[in-house]
Nanobody, 124 residues
Framework: VQLQASGGGLVQAGGSLRLSCAASERTFATYHVGWFRQAPGKEREFVAAISWSGVVTHYADSVKGRFTISRDNAKNTVYLQMNSLKPEDTAIYYC??????????????????WGQGTQVTVSS
């Protein structure tokens, strides 16, 4: 399955952005999805994850209360609503999909498919 991330851009601190991750196949509706980010000179880190049904979500402590992950399986799309953005949120954001659930959903190795990434830049 091919994943297409979009919605990144330049925003001032305190602003909001909504990222989208669109999939090419309807089987995406059965996959668990995660968002990761990678800042320059840093390792890729987990941001949020959502189960195939949308019932279960997980967040990194650094974004909890500010970011919301959701999905619309009819549209084969997962969203990441990012509010109260901070300069430290600046990174390339990647969406990923896993065919099976895993207790290691915070690890990149748990995911089978990756999108190309979308740049988010938060100015102070």
């Amino acid at each position: 399955v091919q994943l297409q991330a979009s919605g990144g851009g330049l925003v001032q601190a305190g602003g909001s952005l909504r990222l989208s991750c669109a999939a090419s196949e309807r089987t995406f509706a059965t996959y668990h999805v995660g968002w990761f980010r990678q800042a320059p000179g840093k390792e890729r880190e987990f941001v949020a994850a959502i189960s195939w049904s949308g019932v279960v979500t997980h967040y990194a402590d650094s974004v909890k209360g500010r970011f919301t992950i959701s999905r619309d399986n009819a549209k084969n799309t997962v969203y990441l609503q990012m509010n109260s953005l901070k300069p430290e949120d600046t990174a390339i954001y990647y969406c990923s999909a896993a065919e099976t659930s895993s207790n290691y959903y915070t690890r990149a190795a748990a995911y089978d498919y990756w999108g190309q990434g979308t740049q988010v830049t938060v100015s102070s």
